[in-house]
């Protein structure tokens, strides 16, 4: 890329080659992991902040000289190719991301920056730039908390630094206004100054040095300058925040042991057809009954899912403020190829949640993933499973909705939620028409996840392993492996940390292996909404996960699971008609 342009301009070479040569590096390490290398977080908003912001810097250097021609080429060939370079809403979403992953899993900012993840070392280092930029965008979201913090370490990368990433004077105007909005004025007054000295001309510093005095007013203004304190303020509207980030972690109460003795394994073979080839099921707990179907999944029909799925895997819809439905700018993409790939808008339908305060069902705003919907007609694989559904639950599929499959990629997650509508019964028919509320969920794990542990972690095989020694009353639950709701959650695809569904009201964490299925009900025996399945999925801190889910409806469950004879009635099984009071 050697070309001279006009007078004075031959020294952008030196900046575009060096660009060229970080760009060569930074693919050919990519190349060398595979596609693994953007399911970690901090690879994956790196890669994001060189394809927009560094990206565009490149652009702008190259309009400046004689290259109009050579930035045409590459334009047209991005057409050509479909390719589509994440904006600038891609990169704020990821920095989102790698910030809800730092509060949920308790990450160190400066162990984030030198590309640690729970003290292994996953990535390289940021510079003070990418530090800045992380900053950035929590302070365009009014965040002065994680502002805060990583203002500080872009100012302690940025003193290591030769040549500088950033300036000194960008980082202090964000560094002092996030602490003035955490109460520490003298603090920001001091830093403020700091400014004037290095940038005088800053059009803004020297009126900001005036407020903050103002704002004293003389006061404070002796003694020592106060220690940084910098408290976090959430106000996601969600009151359980704090017990569903430490379940996420794994931070689960120990089963007690009168109820873990009641706990069993048993072949299910309740239907003709399962006489010949009955379904392993782990019963995890009782009232509400949740139980494990093992190994109910092949790679086979796995695959054939995520063939079906991946074309049509499309960012979730949420509405603008006009209540028109657009592309949630924060929903990450799945993979690398999501970032350049252009996808069909065909097959995506919008996830719906029930509204914790009005009960009434609405899109989410806030679950961060792709999904698709499969009809059981598509493949005989799809048809194949609807049917294995019907036999594991004794669960009618006729007036079940169709197979969903969702991606969680960067920081994917679902805030806590119902799967089941809270209104009255002549709304929810106006929502659904006469097929009734979600009696059952059922949810597929496409992928395999390491249960996560603060302290201790453990793998698939040595998760088995335990298992397998253990006497038979045992149950992985106390590994942090349940679930609660009427969900089957096969696992199709595991991430290597995170990604956990957790149950608040219960306490408990479901860390799913694949081919397993989890499975639980949405509502009470007596047509009543259980409150106590409120749950969420946890952020996927490292690789990807796939699940795919089927609500089942009321209508035609009349004989499969029949009113009991008192309000509390529940299970003690799948399929149990015995005990009814």
């Excluded at 009005?358 to 792709?370: D, F, N, P, Q, V």
Aim: net charge negative; charged share 30%; glycine share 6%.
């Amino acid at each position: 890329m050697k070309w001279k342009g006009k007078e004075g301009e031959i020294g952008t070479v030196d900046v575009e080659e060096r660009f060229a040569e970080e760009y060569s590096s930074r693919n050919a390490e990519a190349a060398d992991v595979g596609p693994e290398f953007v399911t970690n977080p901090i690879n994956a908003y790196l890669l994001i902040k060189r394809l927009t912001s560094e990206w565009g810097e490149v652009e702008k250097i190259m309009k400046q000289n004689e290259a109009p021609l050579f930035l045409k080429n590459i334009t047209q060939r991005r057409i050509e190719n479909d390719i589509k370079f994440p904006k600038e809403e891609d990169l704020s979403g990821a920095a989102t991301a790698l910030l809800r992953l730092q509060d949920t899993y308790q990450l160190d900012t400066h162990d984030l920056a030198q590309g640690k993840i729970l003290s292994d070392k996953v990535a390289e280092e940021m510079t003070a730039h990418d530090c800045f930029e992380v900053g950035r965008s929590a302070y365009n979201n009014r965040d002065y908390y994680h502002t805060l913090m990583w203002m500080q370490e872009a100012i302690v990368k940025l003193e290591k630094e030769e040549p500088q990433s950033v300036e000194e004077a960008e980082i202090l105007e964000y560094l002092a206004y996030s602490l003035y909005q955490q109460g520490n004025v003298r603090r920001a007054l001091f830093l403020t100054k700091r400014l004037v000295e290095i940038a005088p001309n800053h059009p803004r510093a020297k009126g900001n040095v005036k407020w903050y005095e103002d704002m004293l007013d003389g006061k404070e203004m002796e003694g020592e300058i106060p220690a940084v304190i910098n408290k976090r303020t959430d106000n996601d509207g969600i009151p359980e925040r704090d017990a569903y980030e430490a379940l996420c972690r794994g931070e689960v109460e120990p089963i007690d042991p009168a109820e873990q003795k009641k706990l069993y394994c048993y072949l299910k073979r309740d239907r003709p057809f399962l006489k010949l080839a009955p379904i392993k099921v782990e019963i995890l707990r009782h009232d509400p009954l949740a139980v494990l179907f093992k190994e109910i999944i092949s790679e086979h029909e796995i695959s054939v899912v995520k063939d079906l799925a991946t074309p049509r895997l499309e960012r979730a819809m949420v509405r603008d403020g006009h209540g028109n439905s657009e592309p949630a700018s924060y929903r990450i993409a799945k993979r690398y190829r999501s970032l350049i790939d252009s996808r069909s808008m065909s097959d995506l339908r919008r996830a719906t949640v029930q509204n914790s305060v009005t009960g009434e069902l609405e899109t989410a705003s806030y679950r961060i993933s792709k999904s698709a919907w499969l009809k059981g007609e598509e493949h005989p694989v799809i048809e194949r499973i609807n049917q294995r559904i019907d036999l594991m639950t004794n669960l009618e599929m006729e007036t079940a909705e169709e197979l969903q499959i969702a991606n969680y990629g960067l920081g994917g997650h679902y805030d806590p939620h119902y799967d089941f509508a809270r209104r009255s019964r002549e709304e929810i028919y106006r929502q659904y028409g006469d097929i009734g509320n979600r009696m059952a969920t059922v949810l597929f794990y496409v992928s395999n996840q390491a249960a996560y542990y603060r302290k201790k972690r453990r793998t698939p095989s040595k998760v088995l392993e335990q298992a397998i020694e253990l006497p038979p009353s045992f149950s992985i639950r106390s590994l942090g492996e349940e679930c609660y709701h009427e969900c089957i959650l096969p696992r199709m695809s595991q991430p290597e940390r995170g990604g956990a569904t957790v149950f608040n009201t219960l306490g408990t964490a479901v860390f799913p292996t694949k081919l397993d299925a989890l499975f639980w009900y949405n509502l009470k025996r007596n047509g009543e909404g259980d409150l106590r399945t409120r749950h969420a999925a946890c952020p996927v801190l490292l690789g990807v996960k796939w699940v795919s889910n089927k609500w089942i409806h009321e209508k035609g469950q009349e004989f499969r699971r029949p009113c009991g004879l008192t309000e509390d009635a529940y299970e003690h099984y799948v399929g149990d008609l015995e005990h009814n009071e």
